[in-house]
């Protein structure tokens, strides 16, 4: 992957996406195809059960799904935007830190597909807590983040 | 619906949950099967587009969802916990409120099915910007918010 | 809509499909954006439970989903593909008859939504069953039935 | 997994199951946990384009995700139902044989999650075509087949 296209996308991706940063999404690695990212456990992206919020969990997956697909479109000078956003929740998401490891399968033309398996971290044992797919349209590439 | 397990659930959504009240998601309407939420545009709840990001509306749909089924199992003690969540992205959510109603779909036994629509609201036009689908199961409500 | 194309639209999806008319899918409606299919019950489209197996509501729900799409498509020369097809059972198929209505949602480019109610008909009354989403992908309309 | 209840199981799947047996699935490998189905092309399951249709793809990865789920419960006597079937198409299924490779994930209570690999098998290469997941949900195996 072109250098420039990569850490214009990192950019982008840490400065220019509001809820990204508000619920505390942090990159753990991105390689092509595939975007790891982890969500730390806070009080304020929690749900009544004191689990991590569905939506905290649907957030993750969709940035990584979107990170993964988009790293086979930067060198275009496009990025991936989420059509379709599919989430199971499996166990409950109840340990200290969330883990969403996305790959992109390939696929032709302007729509890319990622699978996402969500890990839930609790005293260092990692438990599969949710699974989710993701189709996304490739649109160009803003000049400068938002 | 009974009033007292109604206030309970009401408050368990306003006070429980860390990431509605986070993104500052705040209830519309709420009556039996039908619920109605609401989420204003504000820089950290978008994407680097500038319009609302998807984990946003997916939030938005998941609390809405398992609201409409709620209001259906209160007075037996049970509240909806999400197993399943479907969005689809339709147009940009470029409004300045998003407007989600979830449907519940009567169902049998410990399973609840509910269908969202989200419109964006832009000069007082209101357009459907997403579709989600929802899987809840029951379980037991809390004895208070936690 | 172009009566031509219409034409040829509905005689692709009479003559030119396997499954559906192996499964005995037939039309009761066409209009711009929304369609209506019907499957009778027979013994070799159910499953173990002697209702309608979820392949068949599965394919009824695709075609009446493409189908929509499609008539939106048709007059300029394209038909719809599906590209995501998510069925939700609801309650048992044990009717006699299942009716599937697709309406198209209106969507840019390439791409189109729809959303699919499917009805069990048992002793003249009708019960919601299954819901359905897909989005298709537009293709070129084949110069001829294949 | 004890032989008698699969016995049971895999005549249920083979004899009881009208659309099965119309469309040609046929069972590869059942092991606990994980159903292998395959479907042959034949032209009375094809779509107009002369691939395999899109219900056909959707039936076969039903009934993989059903099996899958139904091997971890069929000891205690019951067998999985789907609540939910999600396809994405990937690639055109142009292939002479199709094979649907379900895992079931493991889960609690009365629900069971299921991932389809659907490969498009032509002149001996197998390429990813389809992705798929299902909710099942356990209910009580009948005496005999229907």
Do not use: Y
């Not at 456990?41 to 993964?68: E, M, N, V």
């Not at 697909?69 to 930067?74: A, D, H, P």
């Amino acid at each position: 992957m072109n250098q420039e296209a990569l850490q214009r996308l990192m950019e982008m991706v840490r400065l220019g996406s509001g809820l990204t940063n508000t619920i505390g999404i942090r990159a753990v690695s991105v390689e092509p195809g595939v975007v790891t990212l982890a969500l730390d456990k806070r009080p304020d992206i929690l749900q009544f059960t004191g689990h991590f919020h569905g939506g905290a969990i649907a957030g993750l997956a969709d940035h990584a799904a979107g990170g993964a697909v988009s790293t086979l479109l930067v060198e275009s000078g496009r990025i991936a935007i989420t059509a379709d956003l599919h989430v199971k929740f499996i166990k409950a998401a109840d340990g200290d830190t969330l883990i969403a490891k996305a790959k992109a399968l390939k696929t032709g033309g302007t729509i890319g597909v990622a699978q996402v398996e969500i890990t839930s971290v609790k005293n260092g044992m990692h438990e599969l807590c949710a699974i989710a797919t993701g189709t996304m349209r490739a649109v160009e590439l803003p000049r400068r983040p938002q």
